[in-house]
């Protein structure tokens, strides 16, 4: 089955400040220009997850929880359950959460099967597919009610897929860092009000793989959203994960493997209890601390990821979140599994990076702390290497988030 055939039958089936240049496309003499680009938006805006502070959900929406959640909190006063005062401090944190979780991005990264890419989209994905692309690829969606993306390992060149898309709408253009680079977007998602643009790239790193970006927007019938979101967002945030054999390491736990900065050693491995043990890592400036214990909340990874960063992050007293530092934050999908990033950086200050992970037997609580400007990696170099997750047991993981999905 064609790529472009499994999204537009997932897309009807599941009908949810930075200085920079900006994104300078190139296009062949003869070619159409690339949809959506706008020359006054930089090209690192995928890099911050709250891009363009959008809401990934609608805001009627968000009401209608919030209204729900105050009704609940107030009857728990009428109950004489809790206080006034303890009611007013619970629905500030509802805020605060609804805020936090609707404007979260998507960051899918695939290295299996000997493919090696990563992209972010500006849509909140909570739930995912990781499928075989006919026998020559493999394909990891994200998708929620709203919208969906995909990022496509294969070894069929962007050249022979462009030439065998029929579409009317599609071209070639040149970006930095693509050898070969082409976009469409699908006549039939268009008619469907489901709009899907596609682009098909080659690294300069890499000419034996290649890869397939999708964006769809649902039951949206106007496509100047998605275009713009793909060609200044989508696009350029599409990369080789080559440089984070550079300045880190992986390193073991049992069912998972994560990365460390360079440079860090472990300095502490300890039995907390009967059930929850650490790990305490140093060097270069950093400390990266992971907290491991037992799944709390036995439902999904995904719903345990958001009631663990409203009970522990944002309720809890002894949260390990920085005071009055905002905060973004991205469903990270690593072969098809879920994680939850949320990121606190503060030019010129400390600063924390947290990743919130779950397999078939634990919890999984990864911070890094770090003084901005004064390690030796910068920001977003910290954050790639954060992102960075594999399991052993990741098919089984991956069939759990599918299962969510197909209900």
Avoid: C
Avoid at 176 to 197: H, L
Avoid at 358 to 369: P, S, V
Wanted: net charge negative.
């Amino acid at each position: 089955m064609k790529l472009k055939s499994i999204l537009l039958g997932l897309g009807i089936a599941l009908a949810f400040t930075m200085s920079s240049d900006a994104a300078q496309y190139v296009v062949p003499e003869g070619q159409p220009p690339v949809p959506g680009a706008d020359a006054s938006i930089p090209d690192n805006a995928y890099q911050n997850y709250r891009y363009g502070d959008i809401r990934k959900a609608p805001d009627f929406e968000i009401q209608e929880v919030l209204k729900l959640r105050y009704k609940e909190i107030d009857e728990l006063v009428r109950n004489r359950e809790i206080s006034v005062e303890d009611a007013e401090a619970l629905k500030k944190v509802n805020v605060k959460y609804m805020d936090l979780t609707s404007h979260d991005s998507t960051v899918i990264l695939l290295h299996e099967d000997g493919f090696n890419a990563k992209m972010t989209a500006p849509i909140r994905a909570v739930a995912g597919i990781f499928t075989p692309l006919k026998s020559d690829g493999i394909t990891s969606f994200a998708v929620d009610r709203y919208a969906l993306a995909s990022l496509s390992g294969t070894i069929v060149t962007p050249e022979d897929n462009y030439n065998e898309n029929s579409e009317l709408h599609k071209g070639m253009f040149i970006y930095p860092g693509f050898k070969s680079a082409y976009w469409s977007i699908s006549d039939e998602s268009v008619r469907n009000d489901s709009p899907m643009m596609l682009a098909y790239v080659t690294f300069d790193s890499d000419s034996n793989r290649h890869y397939i970006v999708g964006l769809s927007k649902f039951h949206q019938p106007n496509v100047k959203e998605l275009e713009t979101e793909m060609a200044n967002v989508v696009i350029p945030s599409i990369q080789p994960l080559d440089e984070l054999a550079r300045i880190s390491d992986l390193v073991k736990w049992d069912n998972i493997t994560y990365r460390l900065p360079k440079g860090m050693m472990l300095k502490a491995e300890e039995k907390v209890d009967s059930e929850y043990s650490r790990r305490v890592y140093y060097g270069q400036g950093l400390e990266l601390v992971i907290d491991r214990g037992p799944i709390v909340h036995d439902d999904s990874a995904m719903s345990g990821y958001f009631n663990r960063i409203f009970e522990d992050y944002l309720y809890g007293s002894s949260s390990p979140l920085l005071r009055d530092i905002p905060i973004q934050s991205a469903i990270v999908w690593n072969n098809g599994v879920p994680t939850y990033l949320m990121d606190q950086h503060n030019p010129g200050k400390q600063s924390r990076i947290f990743q919130l992970i779950q397999d078939d037997q634990y919890e999984y609580d990864m911070h890094l702390t770090y003084e901005d400007g004064k390690v030796k990696y910068n920001h977003i170099e910290l954050r790639n290497i954060m992102e960075y997750l594999d399991f052993k047991n990741a098919k089984e993981l991956r069939r759990k988030a599918e299962i969510k999905t197909k209900k």
